[in-house]
């Protein structure tokens, strides 16, 4: 959900602590202090640990929410079976099968543009982080129409132009599935990858080409190298966010067959006589134990290794002079453009103005599906939920986020540490597993919490996934600001809320709005939590789309990606003109 692609805990993995304030004031105020530490634990353990355990409960219990049944170990058991295992199977073949590729791709345009003289570097790196802002669902549909191995256009050009009726493209295959997740974990992988080629004395380079190596095996035993950590991070957290997709396998992998967690977990709920929540909560635990298992094994290969490559010593990062070659770096990365955003924004254009998908002659030419869609009732609906959430969410999220991180990197404050956990807890949790969790959670709360089934409870679960991403982005901006301005404001009366708006906040606000705009592309794009939680009135425009799509109205998902895929562009261009007026400012 995020431009910043690893939250990490500060002080933890990466992020610097902030110089912490003395705490003189709020010693005087110990009690107040102390009730708002424990209401913050209570709220996060809310978002967290209490879907947290639903899901441990569910896990062990025969029957569905709010139906009597027994206590057993069934879901587990089906867990060992040959078809879960092959399911499990699937989903770390694909994921490796994903990160792999999206890797070296990433390393590779991250190096054209931190290193070389590529042409209008600062253009391209705009236009190679696109794709991660756009909705998978829009691309996973978009791709199913341009590489239909039947109807689709691309395959329809091919066979206009060699006079065959062969296809060359199937979207519903192995392929198709990896394809798609390449697209928008390259992006994501550049955004996690590019600073720290920026970052990198080149001198620890240049002294490896002064003792004879060449180019390549500098760039393999320093560069590479130096960037382990980086590159571990990002291999990870890629094939964590592999194993967690929906959009891919649903779109691609379904009709060929090939189920993976997320789609297992979705059919077992939605696709079932009798839905079986137990089995479905049991596949939830084996990916959150096998997500821990990573992290710690990445924690036990760098452990007690120095990769220290930012010194002390002034420098200037060293750009490779590629002479006529940069016209071509900058012709793949234009081509990276032209695949992952123009081609399936074309096909979006092109099909919302025929009348059928995949008949595409002059007499088939309408503007019905516009008409369709801006008079559909329930369409404007699912507009409106999704505004409001993404609107208020984002907010809420933003808030919580800086209150959380002011706590933990500006403060000695007992039980700062468990606030830390428990913020960052949702990270380690996928969409769908955390959505199961909430809809447990829900279902079981007192008859006078009505939650389950209300637009509250894509709220509660959007701020749950928000919270990680919103933390770190406030962390790095608290950890700039010297504790002198927060005596200042105390020392003048301010109350802590007052310190926390008008000082901190008010001075970090390039930060707070990027961070606002990155939670909000992430309500934007959530799918697997929201098409769970969702009930008849609360539908949000993915879940929407998804039901458009399933009924085969491929024409209007046309329409209604385009509107999307404008809000898309709209924000990213306010996220880019405040980074860029704050840069000016420093």
């Not at 543009?113 to 794709?131: M, V």
């Not at 992998?253 to 006589?273: D, R």
């Not at 959670?441 to 009505?450: C, R």
């Not at 930060?511 to 009930?535: D, K, N, P, Q």
Request: a positive charge; charged letters at 10%.
């Amino acid at each position: 959900m995020t431009e910043i692609p690893a939250p990490s805990p500060a002080g933890q993995m990466g992020v610097r602590a902030a110089p912490r304030a003395d705490d003189g004031f709020w010693s005087r105020h110990a009690p107040g202090r102390g009730v708002g530490v424990a209401a913050l634990i209570v709220l996060l353990s809310f978002l967290t640990i209490y879907p947290f355990g639903m899901l441990m409960y569910g896990s062990l219990h025969s029957t569905p929410p709010g139906m009597a049944g027994e206590f057993n170990l069934d879901g587990y058991r089906q867990l060992m079976s040959p078809e879960a295992l092959g399911v499990l199977l699937n989903t770390i073949g694909i994921s490796l099968g994903k990160t792999i590729p999206s890797l070296i791709l990433a390393v590779f345009l991250a190096w054209i543009i931190a290193r070389t003289d590529t042409p209008y570097r600062d253009k391209l790196e705009i236009l190679i982080t696109l794709p991660f802002f756009i909705p998978p669902i829009l691309t996973a549909m978009a791709w199913a129409m341009l590489g239909n191995p039947q109807v689709g256009l691309l395959n329809q050009l091919f066979k206009w132009a060699t006079g065959t009726n062969y296809s060359p493209i199937n979207v519903y295959s192995w392929g198709g599935v990896v394809w798609h997740m390449i697209q928008y974990s390259t992006p994501f992988l550049f955004l996690f990858i590019v600073d720290v080629f920026r970052a990198m004395d080149p001198a620890l380079e240049e002294s490896s080409r002064m003792s004879g190596a060449s180019r390549l095996r500098t760039f393999r035993s320093i560069t590479l190298a130096l960037m382990l950590p980086a590159l571990t991070n990002a291999f990870i957290l890629s094939f964590i966010r592999g194993m967690e997709n929906f959009e891919s396998p649903l779109f691609f992998g379904t009709p060929a067959k090939i189920s993976v967690i997320t789609t297992e977990m979705y059919n077992s709920i939605n696709h079932h006589a009798t839905p079986d929540y137990q089995y479905a909560t049991a596949i939830g635990f084996g990916v959150m134990a096998l997500m821990f298992s990573l992290v710690f094994i990445q924690w036990r290969l760098l452990r007690g290794k120095n990769f220290v490559t930012v010194s002390g010593k002034g420098y200037s990062p060293h750009v490779t002079q590629l002479g006529g070659w940069r016209w071509a770096t900058f012709a793949f990365c234009a081509l990276f453009f032209f695949v992952t955003v123009v081609l399936p924004v074309s096909q979006l254009f092109i099909g919302s103005f025929f009348r059928f998908f995949g008949f595409y002659q002059w007499d088939m030419l309408t503007l019905e599906h516009y008409q369709a869609v801006f008079s559909s009732g329930e369409i404007w609906r699912a507009v409106s939920n999704t505004m409001l959430l993404g609107l208020g969410g984002a907010t809420l999220t933003m808030l919580l986020g800086s209150i959380v991180a002011y706590v933990v990197t500006r403060t000695r404050w007992r039980g700062r540490a468990i606030v830390d956990g428990l913020a960052w807890m949702p990270w380690m949790m996928p969409g769908m597993v955390l959505g199961l969790g909430f809809l447990w959670a829900f279902a079981m709360l007192p008859g006078p919490i009505p939650i389950y089934g209300t637009i509250w409870a894509l709220l509660l679960a959007y701020l749950s996934l928000g919270t990680p991403v919103a933390t770190r982005v406030m962390s790095a901006a608290y950890a700039q600001m010297s504790a002198d301005l927060e005596e200042s404001a105390r020392s003048a009366g301010a109350s802590f809320f007052q310190t926390l708006w008008r000082i901190l906040v008010a001075l970090a606000w390039p930060s707070f709005a990027v961070g606002w705009v990155l939670t909000f592309f992430g309500i934007l794009r959530e799918l697997s939590a929201s098409v769970l939680l969702y009930s008849v009135g609360s539908e949000v425009l993915s879940v929407t789309l998804m039901k458009l799509w399933a009924n085969g109205l491929a024409e209007q998902v046309s329409v209604i990606g385009l509107l999307m895929m404008l809000l898309v562009f709209v924000f990213r261009w306010l996220q880019i003109r405040v980074l860029k007026h704050y840069t000016n400012r420093l």
